[in-house]
């Protein structure tokens, strides 16, 4: 069983388009993240959530906004699409916060392009 | 500026030669982590380093935290066709312990 899961895995869409990727973990972890990796495979944390609670929001333009309806999900909607916003979109899980004798779990990504 | 400085950016060796890639930064971290991620994949942990002079194998593969905790590095030893993926470096800043920053990673190719 994939431990974390998201979908769809690739997305083409066009600009100005609103759409969204869904990101489930089965791991029982309380922290999920969203990371989006460019083309130079610079891997950026983009959200975090504890507990359905919002921790990091890393000056992502207003046009992302996460959702966390519960622990085990953490969906990613991006409105008025841009060029600039194609690129893997990772989503993660980990046990707890923090980085010191945690792991973080991630998806196999989602490739999103905008044309 | 990026906190996590890795090099070299590629490296393309053949089978059965040894490499080291770095990790640096001018900052202290908490621990720092390596991350191996395959073509379509995503990053999947390898080692998480904590204390400063550690040093950790994983069969070929050598891991070493600087004294200091500003630096690691990653050796491999007789390298195989299996190895070749993106490495990560990534790690939580001693007074910022919440938040893990990635490096650029090193893209490593070890021809058969």
């Known amino acids: 069983d994939t431990a974390v899961s998201q979908t769809p895995k690739y997305l083409v869409t066009q600009m100005g388009n609103d759409k969204s990727i869904k990101c489930e973990q089965n791991?029982?972890?309380?922290?999920m993240y969203w990371y989006k990796q460019d083309s130079k495979k610079f891997l950026k944390i983009m959200f975090s959530y504890n507990n359905k609670e919002l921790i990091i929001n890393e000056t992502v333009p207003n046009r992302f906004s996460p959702k966390s309806p519960d622990k085990a999900h953490l969906n990613l909607h991006i409105n008025s699409l841009e060029l600039g916003d194609s690129a893997v979109y990772f989503c993660?899980?980990?046990?707890?916060?923090?980085?010191?004798?945690?792991?973080?779990?991630f998806g196999e990504g989602s490739w999103l392009t905008v044309v | 500026t990026q906190l996590l400085e890795q090099s070299p950016q590629f490296l393309s060796i053949q089978e059965g030669e040894n490499l080291t890639v770095y990790c640096n930064s001018s900052s202290v971290f908490s621990s720092l982590q390596w991350y191996r991620q395959e073509p379509g994949e995503g990053p999947v942990l390898l080692v998480t380093v904590v204390t400063g002079g550690e040093v950790k194998k994983l069969k070929r593969l050598t891991f070493q935290f600087g004294d200091a905790r500003k630096d690691s590095s990653l050796h491999i030893t007789a390298a195989q066709p299996g190895d070749t993926g993106l490495y990560l470096c990534?790690?939580?800043?001693?007074?910022?312990?919440?938040?893990?920053?990635f490096g650029k990673g090193t893209r490593l190719h070890i021809l058969p």
């Open positions: 791991l029982g972890h309380d922290t």
């Open positions: 993660a899980s980990s046990p707890r916060q923090g980085v010191t004798g945690n792991t973080i779990y």
């Open positions: 990534a790690g939580g800043e001693e007074n910022r312990d919440d938040k893990i920053i």
